[in-house]
Structure formats: structure tokens, C-alpha cells
């Protein structure tokens, strides 16, 4: 019996540490989906090799926090890579805040904008996979893209918008 009970606890432990990629992915996003600290949807959750990304735009450090902790202790993870931010003003992503006029809020309100929609009307580029944020004309672009020249086209695109005077790219190359 003895020897029973070892073969089935050495079996599940061998299934349990060769969990593939999806299943932890899927059991990572099932337990942020019940906490009541962290926001799912506004996190992606990527695995690769055991290695989890977590990218998006939180609302707080305790929220952040409790993602990486809830990835860190899932099952099968080897290692979570953290390229979550938290909000710092009205706008979306980890751009710093400067002090700046309404006239330049509404001026980056604008470039964000317009870099938003040209990267949804791009057809090589996800652009709901993308937040955007503007500070003083520098737009910072974060989220995922499915490859390194999908990434490539979203900064080329958000350059050639008018009055954008620098991109600060913060995009990871996920397979989803």
C-alpha cells in the first residue's frame, strides 16, 4: 500500500511539475479572476517555458502587488516577469507627471488620440493590445505585440504622428 501511495504522489508530482504553458496561463488568469484586489481584465498574462509576463496598466501598487503574488505562487511557475504599471494620473500607463497647462494636457489628449487610432487602423498592428500615453508630445506605448516587427510598425507608426516628439516603446512579444 506503502509503495502504492509513493508511485501515485511521485506520478502526480511528475504531471504537476510538467504543466504545459496553457494550463498555467489559464490557471494564473482563473485566480486573478476571483480576487478581489486584482482587476483581470486588465492584465495579460503570458507564459512561456514556465516564465509568466504580466503586462498592463493597474490602478494601484496593492493591486500590482497582489498580481505578481498570485502569479509567483501558481503552481508550475518557474519564474514571473513583471512588466505591470500602475496608473499615476488620469491617464493610462507609467509615463512620469510633469507639471503641465490644460492646454497641454489637451495637446497630449489629442497625440494619444491620434496614435491610438492609427494603430487600430493599421492592419499590421494589434492596437487593442496597446495603451497609449502622452507626456509633453513623448508617447509610451505598453502591452504586447506578436512579434518583433509587429512592435517595430507600432513605434514607427506612433512616430510618424504629427506632433509626437519621441516614443518610449514598453511592449513585449507574447504568442496570443
Not at 38 to 54: H, P, R, W
Not at 63 to 83: F, Y
Given at each position: 500500500?506503502?509503495?502504492?501511495l509513493?508511485?501515485?504522489?511521485?506520478?502526480?508530482?511528475?504531471?504537476?511539475?510538467?504543466?504545459?504553458?496553457?494550463?498555467?496561463?489559464?490557471?494564473?488568469?482563473?485566480?486573478?479572476?476571483?480576487?478581489?484586489?486584482?482587476?483581470?481584465?486588465?492584465?495579460?498574462?503570458?507564459?512561456?517555458?514556465?516564465?509568466?509576463?504580466l503586462?498592463?496598466?493597474?490602478?494601484?501598487?496593492?493591486?500590482?502587488?497582489?498580481?505578481?503574488?498570485?502569479?509567483?505562487?501558481?503552481?508550475?511557475?518557474?519564474?514571473?516577469?513583471?512588466?505591470?504599471?500602475v496608473?499615476?494620473?488620469?491617464?493610462?500607463?507609467?509615463?512620469?507627471?510633469?507639471?503641465?497647462?490644460?492646454?497641454?494636457?489637451?495637446?497630449?489628449?489629442?497625440?494619444?488620440?491620434?496614435?491610438?487610432?492609427?494603430?487600430?487602423?493599421?492592419?499590421?498592428?494589434?492596437?487593442?493590445?496597446?495603451?497609449?500615453?502622452?507626456?509633453?508630445?513623448?508617447?509610451?506605448?505598453?502591452?504586447?505585440?506578436?512579434?518583433?516587427?509587429?512592435g517595430?510598425?507600432?513605434?514607427?507608426?506612433?512616430r510618424g504622428?504629427?506632433?509626437?516628439?519621441?516614443?518610449?516603446?514598453?511592449?513585449?512579444?507574447?504568442?496570443?
Amino acid at each position: 500500500m506503502k509503495s502504492v501511495l509513493l508511485m501515485f504522489l511521485g506520478t502526480f508530482l511528475a504531471v504537476a511539475c510538467s504543466q504545459p504553458d496553457s494550463v498555467i496561463t489559464a490557471e494564473v488568469k482563473a485566480r486573478m479572476a476571483v480576487d478581489t484586489t486584482v482587476k483581470a481584465s486588465q492584465i495579460e498574462v503570458v507564459t512561456d517555458k514556465k516564465v509568466v509576463t504580466l503586462t498592463g496598466n493597474l490602478n494601484s501598487e496593492a493591486e500590482k502587488d497582489r498580481a505578481l503574488e498570485i502569479a509567483r505562487s501558481t503552481s508550475g511557475v518557474a519564474n514571473v516577469v513583471d512588466m505591470l504599471s500602475v496608473r499615476t494620473g488620469a491617464e493610462s500607463g507609467d509615463a512620469p507627471e510633469p507639471d503641465r497647462s490644460i492646454g497641454e494636457h489637451i495637446d497630449d489628449a489629442v497625440i494619444t488620440a491620434a496614435v491610438k487610432t492609427r494603430l487600430l487602423d493599421d492592419p499590421r498592428v494589434k492596437g487593442l493590445r496597446i495603451d497609449v500615453d502622452t507626456r509633453e508630445g513623448v508617447v509610451f506605448l505598453t502591452g504586447s505585440v506578436r512579434s518583433k516587427e509587429e512592435g517595430d510598425r507600432a513605434v514607427e507608426v506612433a512616430r510618424g504622428t504629427e506632433h509626437v516628439k519621441d516614443v518610449k516603446p514598453n511592449l513585449i512579444i507574447s504568442k496570443g
